[in-house]
């Protein structure tokens, strides 16, 4: 067992997980929907370059399995973290990667984590984007009580006048507006339009169509 739990010893048991960036956000004041713990670790893994690129004209096979993979190794990763913060006698919960929504409850939002840890922003599809990644990620997070320095919050958004998401967008989604902490998500995105879009694809069962992230510059700098 590691005899201190700290930064360091968190990096290196996240590292043995394959994961690609972590940070931390202070839990104070509470964040909305957040559990009360102190501490959030704000975890990310990226998609596959070759996979995202595929998405181009929207969502594939390869992106569904894609997509499951990273879920299940964000899981893994999560479960691991919590069982080394018990044993080391700290508070420990985690949220999935992806939450089962149909008791009515709403998540916490892994995004509000990782924009307040310094690990990136939200684009103009309202999707998170990590300037190393772009929004070819996926995220989850770890709350706990012990005691980690907190990152930066990022408190704009990076995008700038690009709006290569919002020009790939079939549903005409994405406002071209530039995000800041706290803003609505629908001045920033048409949810409503994104889930009738869905309807179209019949042979894959995804979330979102993925073009967006696919049109993101910084998802293919790599």
Known sequence: MLRVLDRHAIGQILRTKE????????????????????????????????????????????YLQEYLRVNAALDDATDTLVDVLKVHGHTAERV???IDKTNGDKPFP??????QAGLGWIGKTALFVSPEFGPAVRLATVFTD??????DPVVESGCGACRDCVDACPAGCGRDVLWRPGMARELLFDAGACRHHMTLFTGVEAEICGICIAACPYATQH
């Open 96 to 98: 999935p990667a992806t």
């Open 146 to 151: 012990l005691g980690l320095p907190a990152g």
């Open 110 to 115: 892994h995004k509000t984590a990782a924009t």
């Open 19 to 62: 994961v690609d960036a972590w940070g931390v956000a202070a839990n104070h004041p509470r964040l909305p929907q957040a559990p009360d713990s102190p501490t959030a670790i704000s975890i990310l893994m990226r998609l596959d370059p070759l996979v995202v690129r595929g998405l181009r004209h929207g969502p594939t096979q390869d």
